[in-house]
Structures are given as C-alpha cells and as structure tokens.
C-alpha cells in the first residue's frame, strides 16, 4: 500500500514568490495535516482537514492557506514568501478510530528554500 | 511556549543496552500522546502510542510509560541496536483539537 506521498520534494523560491505544496494522503484515510519543521525543532501545527472541512489552524499568517480535494488530497500555499519560510514541509493523513484515538502517518516532505 | 518538552537534544547508548528518553508536557487536557523517528531526508514514522487512560504500553522493544501526575512520559528502547539511531519526538494530543509535537531527542546507538 502507498503510503503518504507529497511533492514536489525539493523546491527554490526567491522572496515574494508563492508557492503550492501537494499531498496525497493515504488510501481510505480522510483526515490531512500540515506542519512546518524548522531545523533543530519539532513539527509545527498548520493546518488540518478533514472531509473538505477546515478542522484546525495553528499560529500562523494569512499568507498560508491549504485546500482538500474530494479525492483527500491536499495542497498548501504560501504567498509572499519570506526567507524564514525556508523549511521542510510535512503532510500527515490519519484514521480515527471509534474509540477517538487518531494517528498520524506522515510523507516524506517538501524540503523549501527561500532566497 | 512549549507545551511538550524533551530536554535532552541528545542520548548516546551502547548496543544492546536500553534507551530511556524523556517527554514532559504542561497540558493536562493531553489525552493521547505519540512518539515517532525520523531519520535524515524522511519524514516521521510513527512508533507506539499511550492514551491517558493506561500508564503503559508495549511494543516489541519499544515501551511507553505515561506517569499522568507528573506530565512526563517516557520511551524504553531495549534492547537498543544501531538501526535505533534517528531523532524522536514526543507529540500529545488534546481531545478534538490537534498533535502539538516536542523539539526532538536525537538518540545514537553505538555498536
């Protein structure tokens, strides 16, 4: 079985630019989360989804937006791209189960550099 | 602020010999908590999970230990084998909101 895949892998943006990062999450899992990862830090709260739906937004400007598809794939967008938007991007899909307890499987990342 | 801190950035073990890493949380709404590895270039894999109601869960080599009172919880890796190597994080969830993940431990397992 696939597991949760996100593209591009790598990507170099100038200050200003936008950028869309993909995610497709695993079979039959409706639930995608987003996180920024720093170096040296843990993953940082973005966005989730879930069926569509915005379910979550972590602490973070207006210049980040994220979508779901109907197929549960994602995309994340930033615009006006700072350099300390420079980071690896993660996506994580879940199931939750009857009894609450949810958890994340993550992809690879989209690595981002910002010059 | 951190709600889930992991103090150590670093733990050197020998092979064969166990792996204790730590977590603390300041939540008490946390109810379910997560540990994953994440080597170079990958991203996380999810390793084994506790929900607050269980102070103990075991998996293979891999044990969780959740000590609610104090807000700490721990993993045991035993025995510990090269292969271990990675950085781990602890995350916690608070029921219907979202994973808020610790900075990391970056365990070496020398042979």
């Known amino acids: 079985d696939a597991g949760v895949t996100q593209s591009p892998t790598h990507l170099i943006k100038t200050r200003g630019q936008h950028v869309t990062l993909r995610c497709s999450p695993i079979s039959g899992h409706k639930s995608v989360s987003w996180y920024q990862q720093v170096l040296g830090q843990g993953p940082q709260f973005i966005f989730q989804?879930?069926?569509?739906?915005?379910?979550g937004r972590g602490n973070f400007p207006d210049r980040f937006s994220a979508r779901q598809f109907p197929n549960y794939s994602s995309e994340l967008n930033v615009n006006a791209l700072l350099l300390g938007d420079s980071a690896l991007y993660l996506c994580a899909s879940s199931l939750v189960s009857p009894t609450g307890q949810e958890t994340q499987y993550f992809g690879p990342g989209t690595r981002l550099l910002v010059l | 602020d951190q709600q889930v801190k992991q103090n150590s950035p670093s733990l050197s073990v020998q092979e064969g010999r166990i792996s204790i890493l730590n977590c603390d949380y300041t939540?008490?709404?946390?109810?379910?908590f997560l540990w994953y590895k994440k080597y170079p270039a990958e991203g996380p894999t999810f390793l084994i999970s506790?929900?607050?109601?269980?102070d103990k869960n075991e998996d293979g080599r891999f044990t969780v230990f959740l000590n609610k009172s104090a807000k700490h919880l721990s993993l045991h890796i035993v025995p510990s084998q090269p292969g271990d190597s990675a950085v781990y994080f602890c995350a916690a969830r608070d029921y219907g909101q979202n994973f808020v993940f610790g900075p990391g431990t970056r365990l070496s397992v020398l042979p």
């Open positions: 939540n008490s709404m946390f109810d379910y």
């Open positions: 506790i929900s607050s109601i269980k």
């Open positions: 989804y879930y069926e569509k739906e915005e379910r």
